[in-house]
């Protein structure tokens, strides 16, 4: 079974309606983060969370929220989709505790069309 | 100046060639570096980190030059699988809320038989 996990893994909504990103991860990593990547754009980050209490806005953070349900679970929101939040979406973790060489293990990404 | 810089290439190259791949970041304070891999509509994974002393993995051999903040990707004896998207990564920080990755845009390698 695969570490990180995204559901769903593709979605096509309208305009204006509320959608939830899911990511689960059984690597028992405290930090996790939410990316959306869009062509010729590189992936930027959305927010981030260091651990259950912690949440932080990243580089693109508007017309988007998160949820820390627990260690294990981080969710993204939009809570009124618009066409230019079509992009593909990654959740990633990582362990502090492997110093400077942190690395990001990324989910397979879910893919937002909004219409 | 953006803070990772990466040429989008692509780059065709045959089966058996070496190519390098450059990256250059602006923040001086940058911590660690990193090369990931993306295949096309898949996640990101690491490829390898990126020392001060250079390292090798393999076929592939990265190198870091702090005092020009520039890093490179070689990649020997090419394979059609070595066909990817590469990322160059920088940690502008280490720990708190400074221990994020920069991800370049990625340099595209097409490996032709």
């Known amino acids: 079974d695969a570490d990180v996990t995204q559901t769903p893994r593709n979605r096509i909504t309208k305009t204006g309606k509320r959608i939830m990103l899911e990511c689960s991860q059984t690597?028992?990593?405290?930090?996790m983060y939410w990316y959306r990547q869009d062509p010729g754009l590189g992936l930027r980050l959305i927010y981030y969370?260091?651990?259950?209490?912690?949440?932080n806005k990243g580089e693109i953070s508007d017309g988007y929220s998160v949820s820390r349900q627990a260690q294990a679970k981080f969710s993204l929101s939009l809570e009124s989709a618009i066409p230019n939040q079509t992009a593909l979406y990654f959740c990633a973790t990582s362990d502090p505790g492997t110093g400077q060489q942190e690395t990001q293990y990324f989910g397979p990404g879910t893919r937002l069309l909004v219409l | 100046r953006k803070e990772v810089e990466q040429d989008p290439g692509p780059f065709n190259v045959p089966e058996g060639a070496t190519v390098a791949f450059n990256c250059t970041y602006s923040?001086?304070?940058?911590?660690?570096f990193f090369w990931y891999r993306q295949d096309c509509r898949k996640e990101p994974k690491l490829l390898m980190s990126v020392y001060s002393s250079g390292n090798e993995d393999g076929r592939f051999t990265a190198q870091l030059n702090r005092a020009s903040q520039y890093i490179s990707l070689l990649i020997r004896d090419s394979k059609l699988s070595d066909s990817a998207t590469y990322l160059c990564v920088v940690n502008i920080g280490y720990g708190g809320s400074q221990g994020n990755l920069i991800f370049g845009k990625g340099t595209k390698l097409s490996v032709k038989p």
């Open positions: 690597k028992g990593h405290d930090r």
């Open positions: 923040n001086s304070a940058s911590q660690s």
């Open positions: 969370s260091f651990d259950v209490k912690d949440i």
